[in-house]
């Protein structure tokens, strides 16, 4: 499976979870096919930095309550903000861009400007500071 096609799965598994008001895992669990290591890799990364990444959507999607937004916005934002915070192998633009395509496909009509805009300042201030994951920054690893 690629990459693209493993963070659709992650978001709509994302969603699925909102949606029903249940853990990831539990969500994982009544999967009769099992999803690709990408997309568990993903999940489980969300999971574990749940409140921080929660608290990046709240603090910089400005004028939006997270639990007013869209249920796929979130499914979304969650996504690429994990995939942003758990290394920094896969570029930047390709997190927004492929994340925006799925807004168009899945959300709103004024989705995909919003999460561009908020994954936007989101990746400048982890992709320039530093990983969640306790990694040197981007810069650092570049000098």
């Known amino acids: 499976m690629k990459k693209t096609d493993s963070r659709e799965r992650a978001v709509l598994l994302l ?3 909102d949606s029903k008001g249940q853990s990831v895992a539990l969500t994982l669990e009544s999967l009769e096919v ?3 290591n990408y997309v568990v890799e ?3 990364s969300f999971v574990e930095f749940e409140d921080k990444i929660n608290g990046l959507i709240t603090e910089n999607s400005k004028g939006w309550a997270t ?3 869209p249920a796929m916005d979130r499914a979304v934002l969650r996504m690429a903000i994990t995939e942003l915070v758990r290394d ?3 570029p930047v633009g390709t997190v ?3 994340s925006v395509s799925l807004s168009e496909r899945y959300s709103t009509s004024e989705s995909p400007k919003f999460i561009n805009g908020v994954l936007g300042t989101i990746a400048h201030k982890v992709r320039g500071v530093e990983l969640l994951t306790g990694n040197k920054s981007v810069t650092d690893q570049e000098n």
């Open 67 to 69: 639990e007013r937004m």
């Open 34 to 36: 099992a999803p690709d």
């Open 42 to 44: 993903l999940l489980n």
């Open 15 to 17: 969603f699925e979870s």
């Open 96 to 98: 927004i861009s492929e």
């Open 88 to 90: 920094a192998k896969t």
